[in-house]
């Protein structure tokens, strides 16, 4: 029997796992079988790279960075999103 | 830079011949890491990871971790060794294997392909459907395989065979050769009707890799 079999995990096993994968606190096991599967399936390694990006892109923001009106504009967008969830 | 690199570790294991695959550029293919390369002065820098180590593979290892770049590396001492894979504190890049690219990274899911393809024929044979077995025998691209397999999937061992090659084909048609070779040892599971064959393939892939690559075997 094989040790180790990549279509163990699934897609969307990795998306739920990804957080913990960057965070390298998945056991040896876990991310051998994450990245193997992720050698067989393009979907999940361009996600993989988006994440990776995503996560550069925001270290470099700063509260400042942002172009003005910006902050409003995300705020209400926040603000309505929460009237709509408790309405 | 690791301290201890000699021929062998501290307990005395002899330093195994280790070799990585890595994306186009000498990129790590998860970290997007970019490895020193070697130059006229020597081997690469040595590159440690933050995490828990560094990891390369045996000969036998190559199938699971398959990518467009294959690089001979040298493992600093201590190394372990894994399922499929090996762990060292660090390691360095020695030499690119110049017969590993792209095009015998396609090719190995091609053969994958094509390897699936012949036992879905011989099921189909043992079935007694000659003519379906020929017509996708006759097949001469990844395009015809998936096609032709396609329309001949079904629930039976033969049809679940041509499943297995029509999706092989597929994959290996666009360029995913680390999907095709999965899914093939998957159907070995099924045509030689044992578990013990997902292994026997993943060591049929190794050596074709090998083969192609131009690595001594006996490491």
Redesign the interface.
């Known amino acids: 029997?094989?040790?180790?079999?990549?279509?163990d995990i699934t897609c969307k096993e990795v998306v739920e796992l990804i957080t913990e994968y960057l965070d390298?606190a998945l056991s040896?096991e876990e991310r051998?079988r994450f990245?193997?599967h992720?050698?067989?399936?393009?979907g999940c390694?361009a996600y993989?790279?988006q994440v990776?990006q995503t996560i550069q892109a925001s270290r470099r923001l700063t509260e400042e960075s942002l172009p003005s009106g910006v902050k409003e504009e995300l705020l209400d967008a926040f603000r309505e999103w929460r009237k709509r969830r408790i309405g | 830079m690791p301290s201890e690199s000699g021929a062998s570790d501290a307990s005395g294991s002899r330093r195994p011949r280790a070799w990585k695959f890595l994306a186009a550029g000498a990129v790590a293919p998860f970290s997007g890491h970019r490895w020193p390369r070697p130059g006229a002065a020597g081997p690469g820098q040595w590159v440690t990871s933050s995490g828990d180590g560094v990891y390369a593979c045996r000969l036998g290892d190559l199938p699971w971790w398959v990518d467009t770049e294959l690089w001979e590396v040298e493992l600093a001492a201590p190394w372990e060794e894994l399922p499929t894979q090996l762990r060292a504190r660090a390691a360095r890049l020695l030499t690119a294997v110049s017969a590993w690219d792209v095009a015998a990274f396609r090719d190995y899911g091609e053969a994958c392909a094509f390897r699936a393809r012949d036992w879905a024929v011989e099921a189909l044979n043992t079935d007694r459907r000659p003519g379906d077995a020929e017509a996708l025998r006759e097949c001469k691209t990844l395009a015809e395989i998936a096609e032709r397999a396609r329309a001949l999937q079904g629930l039976t061992r033969a049809g679940n065979l041509a499943g297995y090659a029509a999706d092989t084909a597929a994959r290996a048609g666009l360029g995913n050769a680390g999907a095709a070779a999965n899914m093939a040892a998957n159907a070995a599971i099924l045509y030689r009707g044992t578990p013990q064959a997902f292994d026997a393939e993943r060591a049929w892939q190794a050596a074709w890799i090998a083969d192609r690559a131009g690595l001594p075997r006996e490491a």
């Open positions: 029997m094989s040790n180790l079999r990549p279509m390298d040896l051998t990245e193997q992720l050698v067989t399936c393009p390694m993989l790279r990776r």
